[in-house]
């Protein structure tokens, strides 16, 4: 067991009430009077994260977009985030970064924390929005028969990665300035059977869903539009697209652009099926330690 | 100015629109529908906030407790905690203090990030509560002629510490679990013309209240309840007690068990005064930069 899951499995273990039961989901749901608020927290810690050198206004563009992308996939509305930030070479940077990401979603900046510390800094934001449609869609509503679609193109996260990290002059941005897809999550909300962002790469995501369902899921590869054909695998399984991963229940189609890449099955052998070829172990489908 | 003021500056300039108004304050007040919502959201850095050898489970209870005092100033019932953990040594005794923690208050953990990193550890805790009272007190509603009242007793923490530092054997408790006064504050909070915590001590929180409220307050040091009698301006400028200060307006008492320690006057010269003296300056009034 690694050492989060471990971390979780104790944190579920000692808590005797209802404590700990979204930590490896992406958001909580809380009913409050007549409201359904969706709650997210992400953190992003240098060396791990991000590279000491990254323009700290990416790296505050990306916390604020993982974090409206969680909110995203599950039709909410944001109302605001609150930030932990730790000061540090770049403060400018990142306090630029995180205006523009508000700026550019009309999300207000409701509070938070600054701390001094030494060593990689470490940074952590809350995202908190109103839920558009109820029941709000989860990742464990996928139901055997179910079309399976993703939005736009894999892969293109990597590329920007490549791009910058080789500094060949291509387009960075898709890794540095991630969208995250608040419109689509909301037109889907009222249809999806289930729904995620696709953070940690299609096949772990895929996979995850299919666990959480309880189901299988069976992606044909040639339908996944590919940022690099050449390199299937390495699109399906790297992270930071972004894009929303949901289930459609039979005779429906997508009222916002996006591919069918695949079936619900039941819950057979595996969880995952890539053109055909079960899929039993995680390890290796993505990036398990965002 | 100080590189926290800075950054808290920079994002205002840059957050053209609602940004950052509650950056310098403890909580966020939102308005969903017919809630009001309290959100809060602290960080504590190893080195920085706690000792390496710390216990976890304590660094977990305080990272609770700092958040739901929070909520208490607000006269708050918490609905809920999201964590940021970045997992390291102690992982265990942080998940069993946290579990402890939101046991002893009936909080659930709503959910959460756990993430890896190098270096000295990051945590951050985001609480979320419901108004009880609207208006939700402020720090900014204190009014000439109020009276300013605290609960408790100050210095507590301060010599839980120095018990814990020189292993000493007393009761190191008031420091490594302090107790978030919720009912106190939901007793006070349709009172109360300002409230807030003490955790930065009693002579900076007074001193941030009367800045907020646009007022002086007046401290008769003789009236403050003091752990050692002996060193009254270290217990009023050591925070980590976690009491509430507050105002009434005149002719009102508290409802609650708290000692009335100085009166709000027209803002004059200094925004503080001790037993008469002006104290212009908030250096060295408590711990400014938690």
């Known amino acids: 067991m690694s050492r989060e899951a471990a971390f979780i499995q104790s944190l579920r273990a000692l808590a005797n009430h209802s404590a700990a039961r979204n930590l490896d989901d992406d958001c909580a749901v809380l009913e409050v009077g007549a409201e359904t608020l969706i709650l997210t927290h992400d953190m992003m810690v240098e060396g791990t994260h ?7 206004a990416d790296v505050a563009w990306k916390l604020v977009a993982s974090n409206l992308s969680d909110l995203a996939a599950k039709g909410a509305q944001p109302l605001g985030v609150l930030v932990g930030h730790m000061l540090g070479t770049g403060d ?3 306090a630029a970064g995180l205006a523009q990401a508000l700026a550019h979603y009309d999300v207000p900046l409701l ?11 470490a940074h952590g934001l809350t995202a908190i929005g109103r839920a558009t449609h109820v029941p709000v869609p989860a990742r464990s509503g996928a139901q055997a028969g179910d079309t399976v679609w993703v939005t736009g193109t894999l892969g293109r996260a990597m590329l920007g990665f490549e791009a910058l990290r080789d500094a060949s ?9 991630p969208v995250p897809l608040l419109a689509e999550g909301r037109a889907l909300a009222p249809l999806a059977s289930a729904m995620m962002d696709v953070s940690d790469g299609l096949l ?3 996979f995850r869903m299919a666990e959480a369902s309880g189901v299988s899921i069976a992606i044909d590869s040639a339908c996944v539009p590919l940022a690099a054909p050449s390199r299937p695998l390495d699109c399906m399984t790297w992270g930071d ?5 949901f289930a459609l229940p039979p005779g429906r189609t997508s009222p916002i652009p996006a591919s ?4 619900v099955e039941p819950r057979g052998f595996a969880p995952l099926l890539l053109d055909g070829e079960p899929l039993v172990n995680p390890e290796g489908l993505g990036y398990a330690h965002k």
């Open 169 to 177: 002059g291509k387009d960075s941005a898709p890794y540095r300035r």
């Open 92 to 94: 400018d940077r990142f």
């Open 111 to 121: 509070g938070g924390d600054t701390v001094a510390g030494s060593g990689p800094k």
């Open 204 to 206: 772990l995501d895929a």
């Open 241 to 245: 697209d972004y894009e929303l991963l």
């Open 50 to 56: 991000y590279l000491p050198d990254a323009d700290m």
């Open 260 to 263: 069918m890449i695949g079936r």
